[in-house]
């Protein structure tokens, strides 16, 4: 069974930082694109970060200026995103995706498997 799990939200100060991770089963993460998205109570998805199979490409959301980095672990078969300076505009639930294409992309709708979520609060 092909299965992504995301770890690693919680609860931060405005400023702080997170890890997020997003691990798989079944599958070899660098055969796939992965993608961050993430998705407040009663919004759309909101495109945060995407990198290639082969780590060579990352391409980042306008929301993230330069606070988020994408990376993957091939030896781990994870994909993380480091998340930093955040605000409490960034609270949601934050998701990985992975489709079996050489393209990274911030298009939710291309994305065939997801994850079940992780949720970021960030408060005073």
């Known amino acids: 069974q092909l299965q992504l799990v995301e770890s690693g939200g919680g609860w931060v100060q405005p400023g702080g930082s997170l890890r997020l991770s997003c691990g798989a089963s079944?599958?070899?993460?660098?055969?796939?694109?992965v993608a961050w998205f993430r998705q407040a109570p009663g919004e759309d998805y909101v495109e945060v970060a995407a990198?290639?199979?082969?780590?060579?490409?990352?391409t980042y959301g306008s929301i993230v200026k330069g606070r988020f980095t994408i990376s993957r672990d091939s030896a781990k078969n994870t994909v993380y995103l480091q998340l930093r300076n955040l605000k409490p505009e960034d609270t949601a639930d934050y998701y990985c995706?992975?489709?079996?294409?050489?393209?990274?992309?911030?298009?939710?709708?291309?994305?065939?498997?997801w994850g079940q979520g992780t949720q970021v609060t960030v408060s005073s």
């Open positions: 995706a992975a489709k079996a294409e050489a393209v990274a992309t911030l298009t939710p709708s291309d994305y065939d498997l």
């Open positions: 079944g599958l070899s993460l660098d055969e796939y694109a």
């Open positions: 990198i290639s199979p082969s780590g060579l490409t990352e």
